[in-house]
């Protein structure tokens, strides 16, 4: 069952001042961009701070930059602002901005929910990011900044609670006549899928963060006190956890890669099938289990039937997730080949994406046999990267795609295809080389005071080319999309030859997004309407 929003505003008011709107609006197109821009801002902060850890690494005899004090909290801070501060904005944002156009919605269901949840995670990671310029944060030294770090922590998931509740409903509850689920497209799917392991995961996250603030508060007996802090809650600043946050990104891929084939997506049931197994890694994640295979192949004969037991639930909550990017993977690579591919920058940038993301959730899996001697070790860090920065990457595509619907101009392909190109080189650079560093044993999490045979400064020094390379990338993507979605060339309401609803309406979107409701009666609903309209005119 689904319900639409009718309300048409009646009369005309004076318009309130500009700052004003933004403040309080609870327009999803307005809320999205104020999620995307700030997940912007977060990108570049995390970047800078991921330059200065990756560069301190290259002589490990010493600090250049930072000192022994402040080390784990740049890293801590970094990781922060990658994951919470850019990853989650960013996608979350486009979905709020992006998913009720694509289902015919008038509005987004619970706007004020999401419009509440943006303010309570701006200010949550606020406060985090506040915490630890001030000594706080996980092996902080000040005892009050480490307990508001907690606050903001809690705070910040509880925003992005509130904002996942309000896209998840929205897929549930507004499509348009005539839209099932598998009929909506495939971003609102993997929108769905993503908000529902939000809802399942922050809670838990939220619940261990108060765990670590009552025994911080009070008797700093049971987690270990500041120090324990990353120990018990780093597991949201890893791996499976990101594998979450990329589900909608995935779902992105999935929308543009037809779009720019010109033709329709290739074996669509299994691509909803596939995303919905990524979100496997949830039962890992709310578990807080790191699911390791002890193989021991050589007594495999000797103990077969404890090891199957062992390859039984890593298999499903490893492999499986795995099985599902590959499925994203061989949909997209199967549309390309029956269609007709044009070369444009959101193509570009998804595929480049999905290739890292792939690389990162394989690289999940060899890290996570037990043989193969890589836990405790860089290689976590190497897989962390490949799947943030595949993650941005296609989130660049989706503002190259989306980003001339909600602001009615589109960004130049000349200008943004060689970042697509840069993109795809700094995340090879920022990830292969701690994953080779972590087959030699270099440490996770140390920045000085290691060891190994091998050109361990090669290594390091060409991760922080990687991270410099991906800040001034993204730099550069925020310069040309500022510049073109303010001064670019008009876009016109389908400037791709879409598919589906959100470009049935003008661009950008008026307030209430549709004049007319649209009843569906396929997958690529706005196909059929230019399909009647071409044999109408015939």
């Not at 324990?228 to 891929?253: C, E, H, K």
Request: hydrophobic share 50%; glycine share 12%; net charge negative.
């Amino acid at each position: 069952m689904t319900s639409i929003d009718t309300h048409h505003a009646a009369g005309t008011t004076a318009a309130p001042p500009a700052v004003a709107v933004w403040i309080t609006s609870a327009d999803h197109k307005q809320v999205g961009r104020l999620y995307a821009g700030t997940g912007l801002v977060g990108l570049l902060a995390g970047l800078v701070l991921a330059v200065l850890v990756a560069f301190e690494r290259i002589d490990a005899e010493g600090y250049q930059l930072l000192d022994t004090d402040s080390a784990t909290q740049v890293l801590s801070a970094a990781r922060l602002l990658l994951t919470f501060g850019a990853v989650a904005p960013l996608l979350l944002g486009l979905a709020v901005a992006v998913v009720p156009l694509q289902l015919g919605a008038r509005a987004l269901a619970l706007p004020r929910l999401a419009a509440g949840g943006y303010w309570m995670w701006l200010t949550g990671i606020g406060l985090a990011v506040a915490s630890i310029v001030a000594n706080g944060g996980p092996g902080g030294g000040s005892s009050d900044m480490v307990d508001l770090y907690l606050l903001g922590t809690i705070v910040m998931s509880t925003g992005l609670i509130m904002t996942a509740t309000s896209v998840a409903t929205s897929v549930l509850t507004t499509r348009a006549p005539g839209m099932g689920l598998l009929r909506a497209p495939l971003f609102a799917w993997s929108s769905l899928i993503g908000s529902v392991t939000l809802l399942l995961a922050l809670p838990v996250f939220i619940g261990t963060s108060i765990y670590l603030y009552v025994d911080h508060k009070y008797a700093r007996a049971a987690f270990g006190g500041n120090v324990g802090v990353s120990d018990w809650a780093g597991w949201a600043l890893s791996q499976p956890f990101t594998y979450l946050l990329a589900i909608p990104a995935l779902g992105m891929v999935l929308d543009i890669v037809p779009v720019m084939g010109r033709t329709k997506l290739a074996q669509r049931s299994a691509a909803y099938v596939a995303l919905g197994i990524v979100s496997i890694a949830t039962l890992a994640t709310v578990t807080q289990t790191m699911v390791t295979l002890p193989w021991e192949g050589d007594k495999f004969l000797d103990n077969a039937g404890n090891k199957i037991a062992d390859l039984l639930p890593w298999g499903l909550l490893t492999v499986v997730p795995l099985l599902g990017v590959l499925g994203v993977l061989g949909a997209s690579a199967l549309t390309l080949k029956n269609g007709k591919p044009r070369v444009a920058a959101p193509l570009v940038f998804a595929l480049h994406g999905l290739l890292t993301i792939l690389l990162g959730v394989a690289a999940h899996v060899l890290g996570s046999i037990d043989d193969a001697g890589l836990r405790g070790s860089i290689f976590e860090a190497g897989t962390y990267v490949a799947i943030t920065f595949g993650s941005v990457t296609v989130a660049f595509g989706a503002l190259c795609f989306w980003g001339p619907k909600l602001w009615g101009r589109r960004i130049s392909d000349k200008a943004a295809l060689p970042l697509g190109l840069l993109a795809l080189l700094a995340t090879a650079l920022g990830s292969i080389p701690y994953m080779i560093a972590g087959f030699a044993d270099q440490p996770a999490g140390a920045l000085d005071g290691f060891s190994y045979s091998g050109p361990q400064e090669l290594w390091n020094t060409l991760t922080t080319a990687g991270f410099a390379l991906m800040l001034l990338t993204s730099l550069g993507f925020i310069a040309l999309a500022a510049k073109s979605f303010t001064s670019g060339e008009a876009a016109g309401d389908d400037p791709w030859d879409g598919q589906t609803l959100e470009w049935a309406t003008s661009s950008p979107p008026p307030a209430d997004n549709f004049s007319d409701l649209v009843v569906v009666g396929s997958a690529t609903p706005l196909s059929d309407l230019k399909s009647a309209s071409n044999g109408k005119d015939a």
